[in-house]
């Protein structure tokens, strides 16, 4: 579910209170969470930029061809490293409020 609470081990999964439906994030939030929340409790994080770069994932091509997205994802993914949009960047900053 779109809505269901989303929690990142390490980072806020104390305020889980036995919800029974939710996220336990993608990879790249879990990965990038941890290493945020740190930055941020240290210093304080205002802004923030990040990029992914992913193994082949089931939506992208195996050989050039169009992409209905973007021109990146039209890319072969076995012959390219290609940033690709993520919404890890929307994640982390619902598990690390403001």
């Known amino acids: 579910r779109a809505d269901a609470p989303m929690f990142v081990y390490g980072v806020n999964h104390t305020e889980y209170t036995g919800q029974a439906i939710i996220s336990a994030a993608s990879c790249a939030t879990n990965g ?3 290493l945020a929340k740190v930055l941020h409790d240290t210093f304080g994080i205002k802004r ?3 990029t992914t ?3 082949a994932t ?3 091509l195996t050989v050039d ?3 209905k ?3 990146r ?3 072969s993914v076995f012959e390219n490293i290609i940033p690709s949009s993520t919404g890890a960047a929307k ?3 619902k598990v690390i409020p403001a």
């Open 48 to 50: 923030g930029l990040m």
């Open 65 to 67: 061809g169009t992409s």
């Open 73 to 75: 994802g039209g890319r």
């Open 53 to 55: 770069i992913h193994a």
């Open 32 to 34: 990038l969470a941890p």
């Open 69 to 71: 997205k973007d021109w």
């Open 91 to 93: 994640a982390v900053g």
């Open 58 to 60: 089931a939506s992208q």
